[in-house]
């Protein structure tokens, strides 16, 4: 299950790298290696969802219900509020609605109304959610992060100062 190819291209992106081109070629001033970086990032990202989805899927899950978790246990037994989890979530208000309701049923996560301000509902990590978290984040590692063992040490730790030199850009 975490077998890893190793591969400098992987043989689906090379028909998008030949539409990238044809586009540049007929767009003048075109930044062919700017476009080429991105949709490189979109299907890395895109492969590390997929694995990531396919061990969550067995417990009914997907990675944006699994990171509303971590979000919850990185907040050590404090609350947080939706829009705390939409924003770390990227999700919409509305979406995150609906991730919580599904949380909720399961019991991984609970809501308290805010005793300070009743208009605002509190979120907490259930018991369950933090023994489910402690369980699937090894198997995530195993089998999604194992990508990351193509790249040497020093690369991983310039691939995160390069990341974040561009992360930083949006900010």
Do not use: W
């Not at 907490?124 to 995530?140: F, N, R, S, T, W």
């Amino acid at each position: 299950m975490n077998e890893i190819h190793d591969q400098t291209e992987i043989p689906s992106f090379a028909d998008i790298e030949n539409r990238i081109d044809r586009v540049c070629s007929r767009v003048p001033g075109s930044n062919r290696q700017a476009v080429l970086l991105k949709m490189l990032l979109q299907h890395v990202a895109g492969g590390f969802n997929s694995r990531m989805n396919q061990v969550l899927r067995e417990y009914g899950l997907n990675r944006i219900s699994f990171l509303a978790l971590i979000m919850l246990v990185s907040s050590q037994g404090k609350p947080l509020n939706p829009s705390d989890l939409a924003e770390a979530t990227g999700e919409s208000r509305a979406n995150v609605t609906r991730i919580c309701d599904e949380l909720v049923a399961k019991e991984l996560l609970s809501r308290e109304p805010n005793p300070e301000d009743r208009r605002r509902i509190d979120l907490y990590l259930a018991p369950h959610g933090d023994e489910l978290v402690k369980e699937l984040l090894p198997k995530i590692q195993d089998y999604a992060f194992v990508a990351f063992q193509v790249l040497s040490e020093g690369e991983r730790d310039q691939l995160e100062s390069i990341l974040k030199k561009l992360l930083a850009v949006f900010a």
